[in-house]
């Protein structure tokens, strides 16, 4: 099963509070662009695996 680690969890609430403040460079908002990609591709893998047991395959 696919599963973040806790330094990327922590990284991403990092990133989120220093936008928050105003903080963020360039790099971290790249950065943070790529996490996000990497969320949605988790959760298509995770969505197209539960589909693939409801389907019975």
């Known amino acids: 099963m696919f599963k973040f680690t806790e330094e ?3 990284r ?3 990133l989120s ?3 928050k403040a105003g903080l963020r ?3 971290e908002d790249a950065e943070l662009a ?3 990609v ?3 591709n988790f959760f298509n893998c995770k969505s197209a ?3 693939e047991k409801l ?3």
């Open 49 to 51: 695996i539960a589909q």
């Open 34 to 36: 790529g996490i996000r």
């Open 38 to 40: 990497l969320i949605c």
């Open 8 to 10: 990327l969890q922590f």
């Open 17 to 19: 509070e220093k936008k």
């Open 55 to 57: 389907d019975g395959a």
């Open 12 to 14: 991403l609430e990092e």
């Open 25 to 27: 460079t360039r790099e």
